[in-house]
């Protein structure tokens, strides 16, 4: 089983729609958790970080963390054909390595 | 403002050659990293590096080498490449290492072993 569980998709939406992922981890000591995007062709980039348990927003964009259920989700509202990519989740205990999740791919469609 | 430049982005190698990857990084990090991206699998952490003269083994560093002369520099070499080693390497570097560390990537390489 692996450490970090994400649905690969592809998961496809229309413009305008609220679009949301979650990955779900085996490991109770991971406290950080990421969400990186990767667009084709190009490295990941840092689009959300959370501490623990509860919910932080930046823009369009929720991250939510439910530790009692080892469950993560990031929320996209008002999607735009410029968030197809592909969404990673990453986690780290404190002072450990960071583990990635294998990726959704989103799909935006105008 | 480059970030992290990665070169060559696309190799193919016969089984067996060897080559070095080339990761430069302009934004004087001292922690640089090497990943490897299989599909559906994730990132998985080859070597890492907390500072010039200083590497580390990550999860997969059989078939691997690096070094670290440079704060600039972090090359990964392979010695005899394997088709097990198909796959999208990417070079990444931070600033500091702790809870938010923030990791930027460079746009990774494409390698095929046939």
């Known amino acids: 089983q692996k450490e970090v569980e994400q649905d690969p998709g592809p998961l496809s939406v229309p413009e305008g729609a609220i679009v949301s992922l979650n990955c779900t981890y085996s490991n109770s000591a991971f406290q950080y958790f990421m969400w990186y995007r990767q667009y084709s062709r190009k490295g990941p980039e840092l689009l959300m970080y959370t501490y623990s348990s509860g919910n932080k927003e930046d823009g369009r964009f929720t991250a939510q963390v439910d530790k009692s259920s080892k469950y993560i989700s990031l929320f996209i509202r008002d999607s735009q054909p410029s968030d197809s990519a592909t969404y990673l989740c990453a986690m780290r205990a404190a002072g450990n390595k960071l583990t990635f999740g294998g990726g959704t791919r989103v799909l935006v469609k105008p | ?114």
């Open chain 2, 1 to 114: 403002n480059a970030g992290v430049t990665q070169t060559p982005k696309f190799r193919i190698l016969k089984i067996g050659q060897s080559m070095t990857l080339q990761c430069a990084q302009d934004m004087n990090h001292n922690y640089m990293y090497w990943y490897r991206q299989d599909p559906g699998m994730g990132l998985k952490l080859i070597y890492y590096s907390v500072g010039a003269g200083i590497t580390d083994k990550g999860e997969v560093p059989n078939g691997y080498n690096v070094s670290r002369s440079t704060t600039e520099d972090f090359p990964l070499r392979l010695e005899l490449a394997a088709p097990s080693q198909t796959s999208v390497y990417f070079c990444a570097s931070s600033s500091r290492k702790g809870a938010n560390e923030k990791l930027f990537f460079g746009s990774g390489t494409q390698l095929s072993v046939l």
